[in-house]
């Protein structure tokens, strides 16, 4: 097999990041596609600490940090003030966690959608509010633990489908993807790179903290949560045309995936069920869209 | 060039005398005329500039940023509860020591909904870091917008001009638009040492601790200062170009005055006819404008007002719980330096007219009562 991932490194080591963050790896796929005519666009969220701070960086493109509900729009405003310079090949990348792109994010994200402004936007998803500490966010899925859904009122409710609600807006490209499948990843963000107008990215970031996960099995939770078709990894073209690109051939069982999770060890049985039940349902609703 | 026009357009013709690059903006009234001739002059070709038309005005905010810190001239207007939206974000730009220019027209927040001139939407931004301008007529808007970027640039501080609702945002009064050479002479292009540039990769406000973020605010402040003097320099040489003079305080008739009236906005320019008649009348009446009221024109108040023996300061604003906010701001600049009583009115708060004839009456009251520290609302219906 022939190895597509880029060899270079633009992110460096001394970041800040928690041993096996699927934050970090992101960052670093993406760096090695995206290349150094790269700015990113970062609002609070992980990354705004993992970058190393003042005057340290660890990326080694030119960073903007803002304002929580704000990646989206800054980076249309870089792109603005790029392209009347004439400085138009530049990709310019918003980089946000799930809450700075479910919840307060989402009203720019939308704006930016909408007039399609030239930008890629990459929510790099550990599926609740990390970096103050584990606070539920709209992505946190149901029945995870998080200190604002401890273990006796656990997250009620699904995690918002924002693929689909980026879907409804007909941008140029979407697509889902995992820490766990980088080569995916990485085609996926040369897709991105290569697509004019806004294309949004959505890669599941396993937070071994935050989900009371081994750092050592960062890899394996983000495998198993698309071979559990939790996290199913496809690409949608203008909104209307879904593509499936990693199809799991056995799917596991959801328990499979949780049981290396302490977020979701208080869940009795027919939680689980249920949860099964909503993946498979799902997974249904979703395969039915594949060409 | 002479012409007719309503205050906003001569923001808008000032944003594109400034040749701005980028304009992020949101309706809102009564700005809208201000951002409706920008789209069409950006769509007509006659600005080589980028319009984001974005979906709130904290995302305008934040573009401008954004676009600022590529090294892009920006600029964007609002009013109001646009302008509180913003809020955050225009920490952001002085934080981030990014000199975007912006329009505020001065407009009551509410409720009640109210679209009328008041002074509470920007004087609550007031320690954002921005340099803020009120302006008194369509001309002081345009050379503002033009003086604004010079300052800014300097600086690196942004600047809001605010001008009243109505008053000025709609009223129409001959303006000379300066020619656009003089202008490109006045106003080079922005080329900032530091911006985001792949060849010189760097992050900008990464996570600071209490080692640098103290001396971020010190060098704000400094800066804030500098700007007193950089006003002035830009302003003399703006009246070079064009004979018009633009300090941070503008005093009619204020040499020989026992008593000297204390405004801003619309209401100083017809606060100097009124000191027309009241000096008609014998009594010796000036009239102080601040035009300028961040960075604060301290030491020009002082040498404006020193012989004076009364001051009364005429507020379209209230920090509810105390008084109006440039007579707060008086009494603690005078403090120690200048014993003279001050007297604090309130008025045409949410778009009241304040008439000729009101600043006489505030003016006869002034004159014949010494107690400082009364804060009377002129002509309030109880």
Known sequence: MRLTIPEREIMTPGHLACQGCGGSLAMRYALKVFGEDTMLSIPACCWAVIDG??????????????????????????KAGLMVQGKETTNVVAWAGDGGTFDIGIQAISGAAERNDDITYIVYDNEAYMNTGIQRSSATPHGAWTTTTPVKHYKKGPKKNMAEIMAAHRVPYIATASVGYPED??????????????????????????????????????KLAVQTNNFPLYEIFDGITYKQSIKVKERKPLKEYMKYQGRFKHLPEDELQFLQGCVDENYELLTVRFE | MKKTMMGNFAASWGAQLARVQVIAAYPITPQTLIVEKLSEIVADGELDAKFIKVESEHSAMAACIG????????????????????????????????????ANVNRAMAPGWSIWADQNDSLSQRDTG??????????????????????????????LISFDAFFLSHTME??????????????????????????????????????????????????????????KEAGKEYEKLTGRLYDLVHSYRCEDADMILVTSGTIGETANVAVDE???EGKKVGNMRIRVIRPYPKKDIIETI?????????????????????????????????????????????????????????????????????????????
């Not at chain 1, 660890?58 to 249309?76: L, Q, R």
């Not at chain 2, 600029?75 to 913003?86: D, E, H, P, R, V």
């Not at chain 2, 209230?318 to 603690?332: A, D, N, R």
């Not at chain 2, 003016?363 to 009364?374: F, I, Q, R, S, V």
């Open chain 2, 278 to 280: 009241l000096r008609a």
């Open chain 2, 306 to 382: 020193k012989d004076a023996k009364k001051l009364a300061v005429i507020d379209r604003n209230i920090s509810p719980g105390y008084s109006g906010i440039f007579s707060q701001e008086l009494k603690s600049a005078l403090y120690n330096e200048v014993d003279v009583p001050i007297r604090s009115y309130i008025a045409g708060l949410g778009g009241r007219d304040v008439k000729i004839e009101d600043i006489k009456e505030l003016a006869y009251d002034a004159l014949k009562n010494d107690t400082p520290n009364d804060l009377i609302w002129k002509g309030v219906k109880r």
């Open chain 2, 130 to 159: 921005w340099m803020q301008i009120f302006a008194s007529s369509a001309q002081d808007i345009l050379d503002s917008t033009l003086l604004g970027y010079k300052v800014s640039e300097k600086v690196l501080l942004p600047t």
């Open chain 1, 53 to 78: 701070p003042f005057p340290y960086t660890a990326v080694n493109v030119p960073v903007f940090h803002t304002a929580f509900e704000t990646a989206a729009i800054m980076a249309s405003g870089i």
């Open chain 1, 185 to 222: 990843f990485c085609k996926k963000l040369e897709k991105a790179k290569n697509t004019k107008g806004f294309k949004f990215i959505h890669v599941l970031a396993p937070c071994p903290t935050g989900w009371k996960s081994d750092p050592r099995y960062t890899i394996k939770l983000a």
């Open chain 2, 67 to 102: 676009a600022s810190a590529t090294g892009a001239r920006a600029y964007t207007a609002t009013s109001a509860q646009g302008l509180a939206l913003m809020h955050e974000m225009l920490h952001w730009a002085g934080l981030a020591r990014l000199p975007i220019v912006m």
């Open chain 2, 174 to 231: 001959v303006v000379d638009m300066p020619e656009i050479e003089l202008v490109d002479k006045f106003l080079p292009p922005y080329n900032p040492d530091y911006k985001l540039d792949v060849k010189d990769p760097r992050s900008f406000g990464a996570l600071t601790d209490e080692q640098y973020y103290y001396e971020f605010r010190y060098m704000m402040q400094q800066s804030m200062d500098e700007a007193v003097g950089v006003i």
